[in-house]
């Protein structure tokens, strides 16, 4: 930690960079954008951004049924969701109706349940959907968030740092167009 000023001042762009690169080794995706603020602000950005068609949502407690509102809310101000469907995890294997996305929680803190990624992988591809995980209480804890198409996490909880900033790792672009400026990922990205 010591004082920077941000844009411009290229010792922030160095430990930037360096932190950048250090968790998209750790979750393995090519791209990663950070904000300032929670999880939940990236994940409210995940869903309006990324979310589109046909959404899955795996209910396994507290945290993974806060994604209900989120993804409800982006419905609302994307327009790109036609439908929300929610299931408690243990009834996935019923589930054979092709979904354009799964969103879940990969630990769900509030009862200490962990989803098993490789099952929900498996069963992404079965359904030709893609995968958008709440990574938060996961991320530098459990393994494979490789396996997810989006992630959205903090800097606290599994990642042991001080609240206030918030990522969002993935490896194709997202394909909403947003017309909120504070909720375009773009704008983010690109720094405005």
Known sequence: MRPCFGRGDEDYSEIENFVLNKLKKLSDHKEIVRL????SLALEMMAINFLY???????????????????????????SIKQITVVNFDELDSISEKYDWIFSCYTETSRGYKIPID???KKAENLKSRIMLDATASIGLEVNHNLADVIGYSSCKGLFGLTGAAFIAYNDPPQNEVKSFYMN??????KR
């Open 119 to 121: 099952k929900l992988k």
């Open 53 to 79: 068609g046909k959404v899955l949502i795996i209910s396994t407690g507290f945290y993974s049924d806060r994604l209900i509102q989120l993804t409800n809310n982006a419905k609302l101000i994307s327009n």
């Open 36 to 39: 300032q603020g929670s999880a």
């Open 185 to 190: 990922l773009e704008n983010h990205i690109d």
